[in-house]
């Protein structure tokens, strides 16, 4: 008797083990994860004496949407984020705040992001870089 109550037990525990193991797909950090291509980013923000400082800071929207533009949230524990335009790689990192904001830090420096929205093929957010009036809104997909 006692091994039979012994043995619905283990089985008991190993059902509910498994049943209990769910793959995270509703955090903001498990939709991010993944490789997105970079359709265009619109920026708003710079003064024309940014301009003249550095050429590479110009408002606009630029479109992409080639296979070496991309944006890539990698699942390691350091939270690193690969971004790639026209082959040009940059290594930063991100980090989530809330279900619907995080933080990136790349090239350009802190970006503060409000999600706008998110499904499984398509992330729209709304990057503002820290302590400057300059926001890029990134359109991408999968």
Do not use: H
């Amino acid at each position: 008797m006692k091994r039979q109550i012994t043995l619905l037990s283990l089985l008991m525990l190993l059902t509910s083990t498994i049943f209990s193991c769910k793959k995270d797909t509703t955090s903001l950090k498990a939709q991010l994860l993944g490789r997105w291509t970079l359709n265009r980013v619109v920026t708003t923000g710079y003064t024309a004496e940014d301009t003249l400082k550095d050429p590479k800071k110009v408002n606009g929207d630029v479109k992409y949407g080639t296979t070496s533009d991309y944006v890539d949230y990698k699942p390691d524990n350091d939270d690193t984020i690969e971004l790639s335009l026209s082959g040009n790689r940059t290594i930063g990192s991100y980090s989530i705040i809330y279900s619907d904001q995080f933080t990136m830090s790349i090239n350009d420096g802190l970006n503060y992001c409000q999600i706008n929205s998110i499904s499984a093929g398509q992330l729209q957010f709304t990057a503002k870089i820290d302590k400057t009036n300059v926001t890029k809104v990134y359109y991408l997909s999968r």
